[in-house]
C-alpha cells in the first residue's frame, strides 16, 4: 500500500497569511493526488486534483504543486472562511489519505 | 447539483448488521464508478470499498474483506453498503464518494455508525 504522510497535523496562521501543507507519498504516484477542505458537520471538498488542477468553483488562492513525491497545498492569502481541516487523498493505486491537517486562527 | 445522501447507520452490537444506502442526485449515477469511505473517531480516513459504473467489479479493504458487500441500483441512483459481523473497530463515519476521473471529487455529509453493546 502507498503511504501518505501529511505535515504539519495542526496549523495557526494569521489572516493574510501564507499557508502550505505538504503530503509525501511512500512511491512515486505521479501526479494522481488530490487536496480537499472539510469544516465541521460537512461532506469533504474537492479543492485541486492531480496535483495542481483548480476544482471548478474553488477560489484561486488555493493552488497546489508537487515534485517526485512531495505535494504542496498553498493558501496565498488566509481569509477567515479557509479555517477548516484539510487532507490529501493519492489515487494512483487504490485511495489512501494524509492524516489531515487543522488549520486555525492566530 | 450534485448530491450524495447517505443513511441507514445507528448505533449496534457487536455482531451484528446494517446497511447503508447513499441516494445520488444532480449527475448521471449509471456512468460512475462510487466509493465508500469511513473515518473512525480521532482516526484518519479509510476507503473500505469500491464498485464500478455498471457492477462489473467490485474491491475492498482488507479490513472488511468478506464482511462487507458494496452493491448499487442505477435504477434507483442508489449505492449500498451491507456490513455484517460488526466489529467494535468499524464504529465510524461512513461516507459515499463519487469516483471517476477525478476520483472522489464529490462526497455525501456522512452517517455515523457505531458499534457497541
Known amino acids: 500500500d502507498i503511504q501518505v504522510t501529511q505535515s504539519p497535523s495542526s496549523l495557526l496562521a494569521s489572516l493574510g497569511e501564507r499557508v502550505t501543507i505538504t503530503c509525501q507519498t511512500s512511491?512515486?504516484?505521479?501526479?494522481?493526488l488530490n487536496w480537499y477542505q472539510q469544516k465541521p458537520g460537512q461532506a469533504p471538498m474537492l479543492l485541486i486534483y492531480?496535483?495542481?488542477s483548480l476544482q471548478t468553483g474553488m477560489p484561486s488562492r488555493f493552488s497546489g504543486q508537487y515534485s517526485g513525491r512531495s505535494f504542496t497545498l498553498t493558501i496565498t492569502s488566509l481569509e477567515p472562511e479557509d479555517i477548516a481541516n484539510y487532507f490529501c487523498l493519492q489515487h494512483y493505486s487504490a485511495l489512501t489519505f494524509g492524516s489531515g491537517t487543522k488549520l486555525e486562527i492566530k | 447539483e450534485v448530491q450524495l445522501v447517505e443513511s441507514g447507520g445507528g448505533l449496534v452490537q457487536p455482531g451484528s448488521s446494517l446497511k447503508l444506502s447513499c441516494v445520488a442526485s444532480?449527475?448521471?449515477?449509471?456512468?460512475?464508478?462510487m466509493h465508500w469511505i469511513r473515518q473512525a473517531p480521532k482516526k484518519g480516513l479509510e476507503w473500505i470499498a469500491l464498485i464500478y459504473y455498471d457492477s462489473s467489479n467490485k474491491y475492498y479493504a482488507d479490513s472488511v474483506k468478506g464482511r462487507f458487500t458494496i452493491s448499487r441500483d442505477n435504477s434507483k441512483n442508489t449505492l449500498y453498503l451491507e456490513m455484517n459481523s460488526l466489529r467494535s473497530e468499524d464504529t465510524a463515519m461512513y461516507y459515499c464518494?463519487?469516483?471517476?476521473?477525478?476520483?472522489?471529487?464529490?462526497w455525501g455529509q456522512g452517517v455515523m455508525v457505531t458499534v457497541s453493546s
Open positions: 492531480y496535483a495542481t
Open positions: 464518494a463519487r469516483g471517476g476521473y477525478k476520483e472522489a471529487d464529490y
Open positions: 444532480g449527475f448521471t449515477f449509471s456512468s460512475y464508478n
Open positions: 512511491q512515486s504516484i505521479s501526479n494522481n
